[in-house]
């Protein structure tokens, strides 16, 4: 169980950070928000909540990353960001997300 935990645990990590690289990505590295992007109409899908699995992790990351570039007039600052991760969150990693 502890290992389990440990697992779990060191995933989140790894979601929190690849989360924050892409946002700072996104920012460029004066830290000034990148000049907005036109929103287009895409097909693209709202990604499917998270819940925490590991071997699901870098495909969320993808899809979170794709969405938010595609649709970045919806997130005009990191804040908002940060908010649709969370939103996107499910089971056991929204409540690795309370943690913090």
Known sequence: MEERRAVADAT???LVDAVRSSLQDASG???LPSPAVPSIASPLARPAPF???AERCSGFLLQV???M???ASQ???ERA???FVISLLADRALSWAEAL
């Open 81 to 83: 960001k940060v908010a």
């Open 29 to 31: 590295a004066s830290g």
């Open 51 to 53: 819940a925490g699995e």
């Open 12 to 14: 989140f990590a790894e």
């Open 65 to 67: 990353s794709l969405y």
């Open 69 to 71: 570039e595609i649709q």
């Open 75 to 77: 997130f005009p600052t």
